[in-house]
């Protein structure tokens, strides 16, 4: 068996087929790990889905910000609209839509496996987080997610609080894990995050800096593999490798082997989707 990790798709499906084919992907034997953000932007991401989700035991998925964005759409409250450039029209007219979007808000916010030490996450950690407490955290808000997943979708929009707590409750508490497990890119050594600042490493001033610049893996309990960050591009930096490449901005779909002794990414290249610039 080989695992793959599978950078941020968001509905490029034609890209994903010819990466897996460049993978020699078996359906009944590799795994493939995504980094979540299967939906959106791109031109097919009701494909993406069904295929993901028939992939069955196959693949690991966590949802990125765009899968619930998706999610606060079709099943949220509060009147969450779609955005200018959002491509989820065809899922959300799907005559297969509940199953879809049943599987897809059962998929959790990280995925540990403890055996090899790898983290996989949407967008990162605050420093003060271990590998244990991303994975309790997440367990969290999937348990509010299935007790009333309208309630937590009415409570997620927002950047505050920006500081981690272990104190903080109810939707603050929710908001603040969702957010850094799914939108974070910088913050400061404390832990504040700054979720308004969405361009590469180089751009901000201290004390902001990359989240992963914070600690190791022997600090954090694991190797983390994320994305959500295409201005960084393919980073394998302090234990932390990031494979959002920007398929959906005219980049590349990139796929890490997990089980090598020193993974190379493999690419395929991409059309351009969508204008450079949007979350």
């Known amino acids: 068996m080989a695992r793959y990790a599978i950078?941020?798709?968001?509905?490029?499906?034609?890209?994903?087929?010819?990466?897996?084919?460049?993978?020699?992907?078996s359906s009944d034997r590799d795994e493939l790990w995504f980094v979540g953000d299967l939906v959106n932007?791109?031109?097919?991401?009701?494909?993406?889905?069904?295929?993901?989700?028939?992939?069955?035991?196959?693949?690991?998925?966590?949802?990125?910000?765009h899968d619930l964005h998706l999610l606060a759409v079709a099943l949220g409250h509060g009147g969450r609209k779609l955005k200018?450039?959002?491509?989820?029209?065809?899922?959300?007219?799907?005559?297969?839509?509940?199953?879809?979007?049943?599987?897809?808000?059962?998929?959790?916010?990280?995925?540990?496996?403890?055996?090899?030490g790898?983290?996989?996450?949407?967008?990162g950690l605050v420093p003060q987080w271990r590998a244990a407490d991303a994975m309790r955290l997440a367990r969290e808000v999937e348990r509010a997610l299935a007790e009333d997943a309208a309630a937590v979708f009415a409570g997620m929009y927002g950047n505050r609080p920006d500081t981690w707590d272990e104190s903080l409750e109810g939707n603050d508490r929710l908001?603040?894990?969702?957010?850094?497990?799914?939108?974070?890119?910088f913050c400061t050594p404390a832990g504040r995050m700054d979720l308004s600042e969405k361009a590469s490493p180089d751009s901000v001033a201290r004390p902001?800096?990359?989240?992963?610049?914070?600690?190791?893996?022997?600090?954090r309990g694991?190797?983390?593999i994320c994305g959500h960050w295409s201005a960084l591009g393919y980073s394998d930096r302090n234990g932390v490798v990031a494979i959002d490449t920007g398929c959906v901005w005219g980049g590349a779909l990139t796929a890490l082997p997990l089980d090598d002794q020193d993974p190379r990414p493999l690419q395929v290249p991409c059309s351009a989707y969508q204008g450079i610039g949007a979350d």
Do not use: M
Request: with cysteine; hydrophobic share 45%; aromatic share 8%.
């Open 175 to 185: 908001r603040f894990v969702i957010n850094a497990l799914t939108r974070l890119r």
């Open 222 to 224: 694991a190797r983390v």
């Open 84 to 116: 200018r450039g959002d491509t989820l029209d065809a899922v959300l007219e799907a005559r297969d839509r509940d199953r879809l979007l049943e599987w897809l808000v059962a998929q959790p916010l990280a995925h540990f496996d403890a055996e090899r």
């Open 7 to 25: 950078g941020d798709i968001q509905g490029c499906y034609d890209e994903l087929r010819e990466l897996l084919r460049t993978l020699r992907f």
């Open 208 to 219: 902001l800096a990359p989240w992963f610049s914070y600690g190791s893996a022997r600090a």
């Open 41 to 65: 932007r791109g031109p097919k991401s009701l494909e993406v889905l069904r295929f993901v989700r028939d992939l069955a035991g196959n693949a690991i998925t966590v949802l990125g910000n």
């Open 118 to 123: 790898d983290l996989l996450v949407h967008a």
